[in-house]
């Protein structure tokens, strides 16, 4: 009984299987995303034996917020228990005209780059696409989701079935009706999963994490990259470019110890050109435990006008959310208590 992970036609399947009419699922689906019930007897136009029934065998809230913080910025982190004991965190982050979230797609990451929170404790399981859409719902219930970027912990193209699943049931119109352009998918670089990205869902941005243009210096960073060399990932993305007909956009998360050297910024560039994309640096956040170091304010803006002088299109990104360990790359599924902790 994944509800959550059900569109309209999966739920009135469900009904039809044990001997109800369709429109019972749909009636199912309306009462979790407009009536926000918390059992199945609260489902409006139910019989009432139909939802204690299902009451007895399944428990309809699939987590709990074990904790909340609220950064200076606004950007909210709430810790989830999932029914199993499993910790993720999914990040809010409004703006006056939008409401982003940011979800995570695995309890942990199995990937490790050398700059992430999220990877540190290895993997412990793939989320379900029921609790992806649960993390969404989980903000929305404040204010309206306009926005949902897959960057949390956990590398979406080693969970692909359960993405695709939850960008689909995000677009129910039934449920959150959420358009496919106001979704964004992150990955650090699977060139199977990129290619059939481009066929499965080519209206969605997707983002590769590119952090260094050669493999020498990305195999230090970015794991991945051993298994699957830029060679790859980026024939990969030249064929996803040209098949959904959109710029793609690459990340890169600037290391002052790293990764910004002019040459760096040159190689960048040049890859950013071959494939028409847009780039989009992200001055590290710093996370206790990893060696890394973070540029000076004036390092960043030089090395972006570095990458322009070269012919890139670069932005930076704006950090939200650092005071609560909620900006990108912080996520590491454990109380807040325990971050100011290790902090001081
Ligand atoms: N696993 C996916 C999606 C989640 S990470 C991926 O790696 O693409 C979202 C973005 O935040 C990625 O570009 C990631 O490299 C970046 N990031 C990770 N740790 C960071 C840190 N400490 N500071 C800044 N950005 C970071
Ligand atoms: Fe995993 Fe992405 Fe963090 Fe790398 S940056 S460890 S892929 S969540």
């Not at 960073?221 to 030249?238: K, S, Y």
């Not at 996803?240 to 890169?252: F, N």
């Not at 959310?321 to 971050?339: K, M, N, V, Y």
Request: hydrophobic share 40%; with cysteine; glycine share 6%.
């Amino acid at each position: 009984m994944d509800v959550y992970g059900w569109t309209r036609a999966q739920a009135e399947a469900w009904a039809t299987s044990i001997g109800l009419p369709a429109y019972r699922g749909e009636q199912l689906l309306r009462g979790v995303y407009r009536a926000d019930v918390r059992c199945f007897a609260e489902i409006p136009g139910w019989p009432r034996e139909l939802g204690q029934r299902l009451d007895a065998a399944y428990r309809l809230p699939l987590a709990e917020e074990v904790e909340q913080h609220v950064s200076s910025d606004g950007t909210t982190k709430s810790l989830l228990r999932y029914q199993d004991g499993a910790l993720v965190e999914c990040v809010s982050i409004p703006t006056p005209d939008r409401h982003t979230v940011c979800v995570s797609t695995q309890v942990g990451c199995p990937v490790g780059c050398s700059f992430c929170a999220s990877g540190l404790a290895g993997v412990e399981r793939n989320l379900r696409a029921a609790e992806i859409v649960w993390q969404v719902l989980h903000h929305h219930r404040r204010r309206r989701v306009t926005h949902v970027v897959f960057m949390g912990s956990g590398e979406p193209f080693l969970n692909y079935d359960a993405v695709i699943q939850a960008i689909r049931v995000l677009g129910e119109p039934l449920g959150l009706g959420l358009g496919r352009r106001r979704i964004t998918v992150s990955t650090s670089g699977v060139p199977m999963r990129i290619r059939q990205f481009a066929r499965d869902e080519p209206q969605v941005t997707l983002a590769l994490s590119l952090h260094a243009a050669d493999d020498a210096t990305r195999s230090r960073l970015v794991p991945l990259n051993r298994r699957w060399p830029l060679a790859e990932v980026l024939a990969a993305m030249r064929d996803y470019a040209s098949q959904v007909g959109r710029r793609p956009t690459l990340e890169y998360v600037l290391l002052a110890d790293a990764n910004m050297s002019r040459v760096h910024a040159e190689q960048l560039a040049a890859t950013a050109r071959a494939l028409h994309a847009h780039i989009n640096l992200i001055p590290y956040n710093p996370v206790a435990d990893l060696a890394h170091v973070p540029p000076e304010r004036r390092a960043v803006a030089a090395f972006a006008s570095m990458v322009r002088r070269y012919g890139g299109h670069a932005t930076v990104r704006r950090p939200r959310g650092c005071d609560i360990a909620a900006a990108c790359g912080q996520l590491r599924r454990q109380s807040l208590a325990l971050f100011e902790t290790s902090q001081h």
